[in-house]
């Protein structure tokens, strides 16, 4: 059930309240772009593969165990982030990722919260045969 107008308009209201009192805790729930947070991680995870490989080698040559082994779990962290970073990112073409469900940013929706839950639903519904 969507909201009415005079619902619209209060939230509408609140909103800008909000924006008006705090700036800087409205725009911490806004939020950044969801893509470019998980492409960061990615990066992140490969640079901390590559250092991995660097230490596991670096190990391997000194002799030192603990150093290789500690290259090791390095590696074996940053490939585990790197899978979540990007089972977990949104999807430019619409489809879902491998592992998980789509991740959309708030802001890119102009839509309400009612008309996403209603779609949602919708969509399972739908997707079940119901």
């Known amino acids: 059930m969507p909201l009415s107008d005079h619902e ?6 609140m909103e800008q309240a ?13 939020g950044d772009d969801l893509r470019l947070r998980y492409r ?3 990066v992140f995870a490969v640079i901390g593969f590559l250092a991995g490989i660097v230490a596991l080698m670096a190990g391997l040559v000194i002799s030192v165990t603990v150093v290789s082994v500690l290259g090791f779990v390095v590696m074996l962290v940053s490939v585990l982030a790197g899978f979540s970073a ?14 998980g469900t789509s991740v959309t940013p708030i802001r890119s929706s102009k839509k309400g919260l009612m008309d996403r839950v209603e779609e949602r639903w919708q969509r399972r519904r739908d997707q079940f045969g119901r």
Request: hydrophobic share 35%.
């Open 86 to 99: 990007y089972n977990r990112a949104p999807r430019t073409d619409g489809a879902a990722p491998a592992g």
């Open 40 to 42: 960061r991680r990615l």
């Open 8 to 13: 619209q308009r209060l939230l509408e209201q």
């Open 18 to 30: 909000l924006y008006a009192e705090d700036p800087k805790f409205a725009s911490v729930l806004q």
